[in-house]
């Protein structure tokens, strides 16, 4: 018979620095477009693995000297190849033991009904889509542009291409809480993971949700250290919602304006781009202006000649929303002690301009 540990000793032994079990039935109240049972109908568990981000990768952008290890090793590196070829060894594991292993990586959220508003079947302008197709590999959040038409391919479906809710499915799975920014934060790496997942039709006894000291403090300097100002400071435009009985909280995150700025970065933040072209296209590349989806495809035509998207991932500049929560977290002591020195030793830094 198979069970949770064997089902654990294996993700680790695969590689997997995380392991969470939950059932099914904890995503009740998950919309439909988000819900990995209108794929598996008859899943009765899902496993959540994950994949720390080495804290190193970070410390280019930490002391503003090196910006592509982020995005390269990190969600590049994990996405495409460290974490599916565990999720593969673990999913023959339980499909030699008789269950279906449905495997779902991270794809870059390239799908009509990502978390970006769930909005399904959306059009876009061939302009637009042709754009998407020269710059496709936005990362954080997605290229929404990628699926101009999308139909249900059965009466009562939803359409597809289904995409996941990763961070309330990590949740559903045990593995830690909902922080104000929105990341998944775990004892072990507080926001420094990303999540996979399995699907299965085995009956595996489940983890408890996380129950310890809750690890976001609200202290607000993802929102402050922000380049964009895209995580509220204002503890009213909180969204909650409830998984499998647990209550996650998070700050309404503006993601089409994160969807810029985690690349764009603004002109205190961005080196790579000269102060002008800020300056010169303040009606979309200001942190103080509306972000619709209009000015994020504007604000990435007018930077993309300084930002080449190298290793298929754009290239982030911020980060700020993680250095920032996991300075805090290490300072605070919130985290299992990793780390002989802290990640930051002086003030964050910004450009003089
Ligand atoms: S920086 Fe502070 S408020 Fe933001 S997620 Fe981390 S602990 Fe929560
Ligand atoms: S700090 Fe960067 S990644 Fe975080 S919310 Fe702001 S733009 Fe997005």
Redesign the pocket.
Known sequence: MLTSKMVKEAAFAAGADICGIGTMDRLEGVPEVFDPRKMFPNAKSMICLGFRIPRGVQRGIEEGTQFFQYPSMAYGGTNQMFGPAVLYELGRMIEDAGYEADIYRNTGARSVNSDMDGKPGQTYSPEEKAFSMENSGNGITGDRRTMPHTKPAREGNIPPDLFIHFRLCAVACGVGEI?????L?TPEF??MQRVMFMFTDAELEPDPMYDGEP?????????R?CPGGC?PTDRSKAITVNVGGKECT??DLDVWRCNTYYTAAGKYYNPFVPAHVFDDNADFLDDKIEMTAENEVAAARALEAYTPCWVGYAMAKCGG?IR??VS??EKNG?LKDRFVNPLRTGKAWKLDR
């Open positions: 922080g104000w920014s929105k990341m934060l507080g926001p690890l976001c403090k609200m202290c607000m300097k993802c929102a250290e995580i998070w700050g929303c920032a929560c805090m977290l919130c």
